[in-house]
């Protein structure tokens, strides 16, 4: 019998991502579009660790099957690790995201910056797994770049010299923050909780 794992969102691009990196393993790849009676899940969590697993547990619990869910975002060293969790909510959108990270990156010296992400496994009986992927990089001064979302168009990974916003799709995803999550996640699904 093919198992069923519920990814905690309504994103079709993480959607698609998700069902590519398991192609190879017997799991069927539903999400909350397949559930619209889902409760919404407030992520209010101090740390990614903790919101991907609010919603981890909770969208388990209420489908009756495993859960995956991940939260992630944008930490500058030159700003205390903001916008971090706030990423995004950091402004209404991702040209005001980006300007307003640029505003206050103003005369910054230190540009360093991280793009992490966190992913929850939960089953209904609140069994749990938390991995986490991190890119590390700088702050561009200009927005480069018309690929990728969010933040991409002034973030550089370290060892490259365009954006996440100028590289492509494949490319960032063999290096990006949430692909090296997905990949520990992948782990945990083939060996743990897969023989829940």
């Known amino acids: 019998m093919i198992k069923e794992i519920v990814l905690a969102s309504t994103n079709q691009g993480k959607l698609k991502e998700l069902r590519k990196l398991l192609s190879d393993i017997e799991i069927k790849v539903l999400s909350l579009n397949d559930f619209p009676?889902?409760?919404e899940v407030i992520e209010d969590g101090i740390t990614f660790e903790e919101n991907a697993l609010k919603k981890a547990m909770q969208?388990?619990?209420y489908t009756k099957k495993l859960a995956i869910a991940d939260d992630s975002g944008l930490e500058v060293l030159?700003?205390?690790g903001a916008p971090g969790v706030e990423s995004s909510?950091?402004?209404k959108n991702d040209k005001e995201r980006v300007d307003k990270l640029l505003k206050v990156m103003e005369n910054k010296r230190n540009r360093e910056a991280k793009f992490i992400c966190a992913i929850a496994i939960a089953n209904p009986g609140n069994e749990v797994k938390v991995v986490r992927g991190e890119v590390e990089g700088v702050i561009t001064e200009a927005p480069?770049?018309?690929c990728g979302f969010g933040y991409d168009p002034v973030?550089?990974?370290e060892g490259y010299t365009k954006?996440?916003?100028?590289i492509s799709m494949e490319e960032k995803n063999k290096i990006s923050h949430r692909a090296k999550a997905l990949i520990k996640a992948k782990k945990v699904l083939e060996e743990?909780?897969?023989e829940v």
Request: net charge positive.
């Open 37 to 39: 009676e889902a409760p």
């Open 78 to 80: 030159a700003l205390g």
């Open 163 to 166: 954006t996440f916003a100028e």
């Open 89 to 91: 909510r950091f402004a």
């Open 192 to 194: 743990k909780l897969l």
């Open 144 to 146: 480069k770049g018309n």
């Open 59 to 61: 969208i388990a619990k």
């Open 155 to 157: 973030f550089v990974a």
